[in-house]
């Protein structure tokens, strides 16, 4: 005889088949879910999320943190001369005699450097734009130039342009302007940002503010300093100086303002030349070479003692004035 179960229905099941029904039937009346030993991550919610944010922006903060506004003060019982300078475009079809003598002109009479961006090239992605330097040259010969302006503690601070920031906005790679600090004990700027120079003579302090930018919104065909202008008014007030670059277009405009009250404040406002003479995307945009009066920065003597300054055209100029 088989060993199994006859059911009332005349169904039989075999007695290994019974075993595994009870079996099942079993297990169904115990827990059988899965318990993971092994955490996957570890999870955080809102507070913990919160909590890492505010910790993350106080470590960037204290680490990469570039200031709005610096001040320096200059002990002097005589004028200074500041060089505002930008767009020298190392690598492109740009003027070093002209550069390297405006450069020479300003440390043979110890005059102070700002620098305004665009001081490399930089078309590292594409080498059809003929460079006559690599990218990697063309960073060291700008911090060359820095080194030249700073001897000394004589550069005040610098601006980070388009091309010369290129490389950290597309790779978050370092640029010319890592440790500016640290090498040159020079402020980095970026965007608008404020620079008060104080002239100590012993007997008081004469402070001249300045507002700068490497670029600004604003443009016009009667005013090539109409981006400068635009940003005293809309960020500078208070300002006695705007400069901005970026443009290739040289300007200098002269204006006074009428405040609330009636006092009248005379200010300046810049737009800086540059170096780069031309190249293929200036020509093909129908821009015009640049020549001697188009090219360069301007000398800025500040006087001590009293508020008084001046704007001369030509840093060389702006030198031999010094040296008499």
């Given at each position: ?7 009332p229905d005349g169904s039989y099941s075999t007695k290994d088949e019974v075993r595994r029904k ?168 970026e965007g608008v940002s404020y620079i008060t120079i104080g002239i100590n003579n012993g007997e ?20 090539d300093a109409h981006a400068s202008l635009r940003q005293w008014r809309d960020e500078g007030m ?87």
């Amino acid at each position: 005889m088989k060993e199994g179960l006859y059911y009332p229905d005349g169904s039989y099941s075999t007695k290994d088949e019974v075993r595994r029904k009870v079996l099942v039937e079993e297990l169904g009346k115990r827990d059988s879910s899965l318990r993971h030993l092994t955490i996957d991550g570890f999870q955080r919610n809102f507070d913990d999320w919160t909590e890492i944010m505010i910790r993350r922006q106080k470590e960037v903060t204290e680490l990469l943190t570039i200031p709005e506004s610096v001040e320096v003060v200059i002990d002097s019982k005589h004028p200074i001369l500041v060089w505002v300078v930008a767009d020298i475009h190392s690598g492109g079809d740009s003027d070093y005699v002209r550069f390297s003598q405006d450069l020479k002109a300003v440390k043979e009479v110890g005059g102070y450097s700002i620098p305004v961006g665009d001081l490399t090239n930089s078309y590292f992605w594409s080498p059809a734009m003929n460079d006559i330097i690599r990218g990697d040259e063309q960073t060291l010969y700008a911090q060359s130039a820095f080194a030249e302006m700073a001897k000394g503690g004589k550069m005040i601070a610098a601006f980070g342009g388009d091309h010369d920031m290129w490389a950290k906005d597309k790779m978050g790679s370092h640029t010319l302007y890592q440790d500016l600090w640290k090498k040159y004990k020079a402020h980095y700027l970026e965007g608008v940002s404020y620079i008060t120079i104080g002239i100590n003579n012993g007997e008081n302090v004469v402070k001249y503010g300045l507002v700068g930018s490497h670029r600004h919104k604003g443009f016009s065909v009667y005013n090539d300093a109409h981006a400068s202008l635009r940003q005293w008014r809309d960020e500078g007030m208070g300002s006695v100086i705007s400069f901005t670059a970026h443009n290739h277009v040289k300007a200098s405009l002269t204006q006074v303002h009428k405040l609330h009250g009636g006092q009248e404040v005379r200010f300046d406002s810049l737009a800086l030349g540059t170096y780069k003479t031309t190249d293929r995307y200036s020509r093909k945009m129908g821009w015009p070479r640049k020549g001697e009066e188009s090219m360069g920065g301007f000398g800025i003597i500040l006087h001590p003692g009293k508020e008084k300054r001046e704007i001369l055209w030509d840093v060389r100029e702006a030198a031999e004035r010094m040296a008499k």
